[in-house]
């Protein structure tokens, strides 16, 4: 069965704390996976396209990695603005997106 | 250019009514996706349209779910009648046709609250 699993399920950071949130998966032929940002109230925002192992993207603080396993979402120098719940998702053979449980990050000034 | 949008917000009601969600796509979507967040829990996919068919619909619960896309622009989701179970976030998603894998672009969700 195709799973997402992320962690951790919460971090707390101090502004200016670089981390990593782990989205690592299972999965039989991955298309693409896909991190979201979610604020409370709100949908998820999209933040990056991963396609294959090897490939990253960058976005203001965050960068995004893929290997084969497992992608990672660094996060350099949080302000307390990027507190937020972060997201992964796959897409396997479908287009319907598979989930994980989110990762609830707080930047503390 | 308007995102996704949900209609109603938020909808409380009471066990065995009847809710129905709408969706409105991004303009130019023709790819339109049901998904929902019980509890503590992941957000699951429910289905899929493409225009106005059905392309999966492999997530819905059960029978008491009827999803809808006439002429291919918006979506309504209709439970009837609903269970306490059926609480949760619903969000719709939006993505264009053509490439694949796609980003898909998420509305801010209706909360239904069974009650």
């Known amino acids: 069965e195709d799973q997402v699993t992320q962690s951790p399920e919460a971090l707390r950071l101090q502004e200016g704390e670089s981390s990593s949130l782990n989205c690592s998966y299972t999965v039989s032929g991955l298309r693409g996976l896909f991190w979201y940002r979610q604020d409370p109230g709100k949908g998820p925002e999209f933040l990056f396209t991963?396609?294959?192992a090897g490939e990253e993207k960058e976005k203001e603080r965050l960068k995004a990695t893929l290997t084969k396993k497992e992608s990672f979402l660094h996060i350099t120098a949080p302000k307390p603005e990027d507190s937020a719940t972060y997201l992964c998702a796959v897409q396997v053979h479908t287009d319907k997106l598979i989930f994980g449980t989110g990762t609830r990050l707080q930047v503390f000034p | 250019e308007a995102g996704v949008t949900q209609f109603p917000s938020h909808s409380v009601i009471e066990k065995g009514q009847t809710v129905t969600l709408r969706c409105d796509p991004i303009?130019?979507?023709?790819?339109l996706y049901w998904y929902r967040r019980v509890m503590g829990k992941e957000i699951k996919f429910l289905l899929h349209f493409v225009k106005e068919s059905k392309q999966d619909e492999s997530g819905m619960p059960n029978n008491r779910f009827l999803a809808e896309r006439t002429g291919g622009t918006y979506s309504t989701l209709k439970v009837q009648p609903a269970e306490l179970e059926d609480s949760g976030v619903y969000f719709c998603?939006?993505?264009?046709?053509?490439?694949?894998?796609?980003?898909?672009?998420f509305g801010p969700g209706t909360r239904l609250t069974v009650l």
């Open positions: 991963l396609y294959s």
């Open positions: 303009s130019g979507h023709d790819n």
């Open positions: 998603a939006s993505s264009p046709l053509g490439r694949s894998p796609d980003t898909q672009y």
